[in-house]
């Protein structure tokens, strides 16, 4: 099993990224995927999630109307387009595939908003 998170980096105030996580080793589809993200000092954050079959996204408060979960089952990869990006949104961010039977994480790829 292996999730490789790609797309982070450093970006000024108001720029945009788009994350992108990679799985393998494992039936993709059958998952609910999620972005939490892991700034210093603080606990893990759920950001956005989104239903196996894509229908259904949730965003954290924080991202609403910045933020877009989407997924793309034939290609095995979750996205998260961050458009609007604050210095607050400085932190790891971490993709996850999730059934009530398992949890995967990836490495995590580090995003930093800052001029």
């Known amino acids: 099993v292996q999730l490789a998170e790609s797309g982070g980096g450093l970006v000024q105030p108001g720029g945009s990224l788009r994350l992108s996580c990679a799985a393998q080793?494992?039936?993709?589809?059958?998952?609910?995927m999620k972005w939490y993200r892991q700034a210093p000092g603080k606990e893990r954050e759920l950001v956005a999630s989104?239903?196996?079959?894509?229908?259904?996204?949730n965003h954290a408060d924080s991202v609403k109307g910045r933020f877009t979960i989407s997924r793309d089952n034939a290609k095995n990869t979750v996205y998260l387009q961050m458009n609007s990006l604050k210095p607050e949104d400085t932190a790891v961010y971490f993709c996850?595939?999730?059934?009530?039977?398992?949890?995967?994480w990836g490495q995590g790829i580090q995003v930093t908003v800052s001029s």
């Open positions: 996850n595939a999730f059934t009530f039977l398992h949890s995967y």
């Open positions: 080793g494992f039936t993709f589809s059958r998952y609910v």
């Open positions: 989104i239903g196996v079959v894509g229908g259904s996204t």
